[in-house]
Every structure is written in structure tokens, then in C-alpha cells.
Nanobody
């Protein structure tokens, strides 16, 4: 099993910044991809950013240029630096990991609220 615990959510003003962290524990030896998704009220969950074990990153178009994903493999931690926040970024943010055996795991989420 793999456990994920997110932190860093909260309230920010439009134009502000927040940094999310996600610590991964358990059977982490075969993790390759890590990333973040979000779910806004009344909407489906969407992928925000992913980072491969080699460091290749991908972003949703809505956050590209504003959000930066990074990972610390030694600490089994993935980060999401969010700058120039907009009210439409308000959502519960979830981190996830994918293992080489095809299994994926999600955290319980952390709420980000951006006020206008």
C-alpha cells in the first residue's frame, strides 16, 4: 500500500501564491509518475500537473506558466508551487502517484480557496 498526505492548502488572494506538498509513504519503491489533480465544486476532477521519475513535466493548459511541479525522490515528496492564483483555481487539490505495476494512489486532498 501507498499513503499520501497533502499539506499547504488554505486561503489566498487573487494574484497570490501557495505551495502544496505531498509526502508519500509505504511501498514507494516502484513509483514512477507523481502529480496533482483538482476538483472544483460541481466539476469533475482534472489533472493539473504530472512529473515523471526522470523529471519530465506536463501541465494543464489552464495552469501552464503559473504552476510548477517538482519532486524530491529521496524524501518521496512532490510539490506544487502555485503563483498568480485566480479565483477559478479554487478547488480541492489531490496528489497522486503511479507505480510501475499500473497501480495508482490518491491522497485525501487539501482545499485551496482563492478570493477575488
Amino acid at each position: 500500500q501507498v499513503q499520501l498526505v497533502e499539506s499547504g492548502g488554505g486561503l489566498a488572494q487573487a494574484g497570490g501564491s501557495l505551495r502544496l506538498s505531498c509526502v508519500v509513504s509505504g511501498r514507494t519503491f516502484s513509483i514512477n509518475a507523481m502529480g496533482w489533480g483538482r476538483q472544483a465544486p460541481g466539476k469533475q476532477r482534472e489533472l493539473v500537473a504530472t512529473i515523471a521519475s526522470g523529471g519530465t513535466t506536463n501541465y494543464a493548459g489552464s495552469v501552464k506558466g503559473r504552476f510548477t511541479i517538482s519532486r524530491d525522490n529521496a524524501e518521496n515528496t512532490v510539490y506544487l508551487q502555485m503563483n498568480s492564483l485566480k479565483p477559478e483555481d479554487t478547488a480541492v487539490y489531490y496528489c497522486f502517484v503511479g507505480r510501475s505495476d499500473g497501480m495508482s494512489y490518491w491522497g485525501k486532498g487539501t482545499l485551496v480557496t482563492v478570493s477575488s
